[in-house]
């Protein structure tokens, strides 16, 4: 594996001490990047060494030996996302640390800062040349990654696609969701198109809905100026639940590459629109740090979707995702229809069910009907399950890790790309209109009580 600097900006933000530390930790660990350095930079005035002590608490329990072999090559400097000058210092600096560690100028800029400054950001980095656009021959490669939420709407991100374009190739560009790397979400295509018994079925024909979960107990985990500002559907709805939908949506890419898979996600996101819709806010909310005293913004929600295609013509989605709630559940239910059922007697209504269980205990389970033993006709529901951890015999590694390995791999594959993001916008932007409504609900319950009807009448495999 080539060496890499990894230039963190916005690296005193939780992000960067939650994920991206320990999974740079990790890489290193494990050997997945030899010679490195680490440039951490945001607004805040500190040294290198109390950068390398937030470090340090921030890989605690990894591995007590590692961190002092890293910490020599831990660096920090402060920047100002929209003033060229600081970005200058830090260009030197990199250029400075890159050659005491001999390293070639392969450079990985993960920007960890509000979208807001995406735009400034990224002329600064073009400007004082700490990326460059070309990649060409010899030159070292140069990637910038934008973490999510991309933008607020469609517009403000179609306004940092354009800015972004005017600077650098697309295959420079990473705008990342987490959920792409995770273990059972990167496999959804190949169980898809590589299994002969799901693409026959995979349609309005034999599938009735599909049910998307991402259920948190977390609640807001001191991001409350962030989060109050974005509320779920911005926050998780338009990425890992949209990403999600279209992967469990799309058609048979041309090629299993990245731009084919690509290109079939983003003809799902422009044919999606949204049915019908809840919101909810867990008791409390108000009284969290950073949150508006009278703050309406949606902690829960619970849409109904239509994926406007010949394939699944009249097949809801059901998308539900909420904080502070009874379980950490980050799931798919693919609910397959009953069968025409001539054996009248053991007619079972409940009828088979694929579940992609992606979080906790990845697994792919199929609930089959059973004899039931003992009985001569009785049905019981059974479950055929297979446990990634167990089969292969390793924990999933944790998603940052992976998208740091596949980002210096340069695999467009886990980035979303600029019309992808677009559209899925479109689709968030289309609920502000419909006036939902919002409710309250008790913390580490399963959501407003007021869902309950609907998640029966709707047969929700989540039932309030
Ligand atoms: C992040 C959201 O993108 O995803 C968080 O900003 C959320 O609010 C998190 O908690 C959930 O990710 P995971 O991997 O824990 O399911």
Redesign the pocket.
């Known amino acids: 594996m080539s060496d890499c600097t990894f230039v963190i900006l916005g690296a005193t933000g939780d992000l960067a001490k939650r994920k991206l530390m320990p999974a740079l930790a990790k890489l290193i660990k494990d050997e997945k990047v030899k010679n490195y350095a680490i440039i951490g930079a945001a607004n805040s005035d500190i040294s290198d060494e109390q950068f390398q002590e937030r470090f340090n608490n921030a890989v605690l329990g990894l591995d007590k030996d590692l961190f002092p072999l890293m910490r020599p090559r831990i660096f920090y400097q402060r920047i100002g996302f929209d003033d060229l000058e600081s970005f200058n210092i830090l260009g030197s600096k990199i250029a400075e640390i890159e050659k005491r560690f001999a390293l070639s100028g392969n450079r990985i800029v993960y920007v960890a800062a509000p979208s807001l400054y995406y735009c400034p950001i990224t002329q600064c980095l073009a400007m004082s040349k700490i990326v460059q656009r070309d990649q060409s021959g010899d030159a070292p490669w140069q990637r910038i990654v934008y973490e999510?939420p991309f933008g607020v709407d469609q517009q403000s991100a179609r306004d940092i696609n354009h800015c972004i374009a005017t600077w650098f190739d697309e295959n420079q560009i990473y705008r990342v969701d987490?959920?792409l790397t995770?273990e059972l979400v990167s496999s959804i295509v190949l169980v898809r198109f590589t299994n002969i018994i799901f693409e026959p079925l995979w349609n309005s024909n034999y599938i009735d809905y599909v049910e998307i979960i991402?259920s948190?107990t977390?609640g807001l985990e001191g991001?409350g100026r962030y989060?109050d500002s974005y509320g779920v559907l911005r926050?998780?709805v338009q990425?890992?639940a949209m990403q999600l939908l279209s992967l469990i949506a799309m058609e048979l890419p041309v090629k299993l590459s990245a731009e084919g898979i690509q290109d079939q996600k983003t003809e799902v996101l422009k044919n999606v629109r949204v049915e019908e819709g809840f919101l909810g806010q867990y008791e409390d909310y108000h009284n969290e740090p950073d949150v508006a005293p009278n703050s309406q913004t949606p902690t829960f929600s619970c849409l109904k979707m239509a994926v406007e295609t010949p394939r699944w013509r009249g097949v809801p989605f059901y998308i539900k995702a909420g904080?502070k709630l009874d379980r950490k559940d980050?799931s798919i239910h693919i609910k397959f229809k009953n069968v025409d059922c001539t054996l009248k007697e053991s007619c079972v209504y409940e009828s088979d069910y694929l579940t992609i269980q992606i979080?906790p205990n990845a697994t792919f389970s199929l609930q089959l009907n059973t004899k039931l033993p003992g009985t001569l006709y009785g049905v019981a529901p059974v479950q055929l399950t297979f446990n990634h951890d167990y089969v292969f015999r390793s924990a999933t590694p944790e998603?940052y890790e992976i998208l740091l390995e596949q980002i210096m791999a340069g695999e467009q594959s886990v980035s979303v790309r600029f019309d992808e993001i677009e559209y899925a916008w479109a689709v968030i932007d289309s609920i502000k209109n419909m006036n939902l409504p919002l409710y309250n609900y008790k913390q580490l319950s399963s959501g407003p009580d007021e869902l309950k009807d609907f998640a029966r009448n709707n047969k929700m495999r989540w039932r309030v």
């Open positions: 999510k987490h959920y995770k991402l948190e977390l991001r989060y926050d998780v990425n890992h904080k980050t979080e998603s």
